[in-house]
């Protein structure tokens, strides 16, 4: 025969505690002693909940990863070596009577690797053992014509420029006298 349940209502009653099993009263209201509602509390130092944010988000989410220091701008120019245009050569390149014809505009060539084909490279920059390499081959590195710039100085004759506090003091003297 089944035992008949007790309701939790008919279990607490007569107790007279008012906290329904959590201790003080105080402590189930809301998630005081659980350590706050969802992550909060999981901050790059803190050791809370630790285990539940290393099985979602690994061991990379504490601690410091890198630095950059204000100011400063990281060189997001794109790079690619002899080596991997060779090893995709079929990606990059097309295949002409010159030779294999590549266009990277936007990236900056180096010297890694060996040139085993002629290579006919359009590109923003190369480095100089990435031309050396190509010419020896018989190909070339087009790169784009940079302008440059010269600025010229402005020189005065005869007087020499005084700054503005120099020539306030002159002026000041002048009245005096």
Not at 37 to 62: E, P, Q
Not at 79 to 85: P, V, Y
């Amino acid at each position: 025969m089944k035992t008949h349940k007790k309701t939790k209502a008919s279990r607490h009653r007569g107790k007279n505690q008012g906290n329904c099993g959590h201790g003080a009263r105080k402590k189930a209201k809301k998630s005081g002693h659980k350590g706050g509602i969802g992550m909060a509390g999981s901050g790059k130092r803190a050791d809370h909940k630790k285990t539940l944010i290393t099985k979602l988000y690994g061991n990379d989410y504490f601690g410091k990863q890198g630095v950059t220091s204000r100011g400063t701008e990281r060189d997001i120019r794109k790079r690619i070596n002899l080596e991997q245009i060779e090893s995709n050569l079929q990606t990059y390149a097309k295949k002409t009577a010159k030779g294999f014809e590549i266009s990277l505009p936007n990236f900056k060539i180096l010297g890694t690797g060996e040139v085993k084909n002629k290579l006919i490279i359009t590109a923003l920059e190369a480095s100089k053992t990435a031309i050396e390499k190509v010419r020896k081959m018989g190909g070339e590195i087009i790169l784009p014509i940079k302008k440059e710039v010269v600025k010229e100085e402005k020189k005065v004759e005869g007087k020499k420029e005084s700054s503005n506090k120099e020539s306030k003091i002159k002026s000041s003297k002048k009245i005096k006298e």
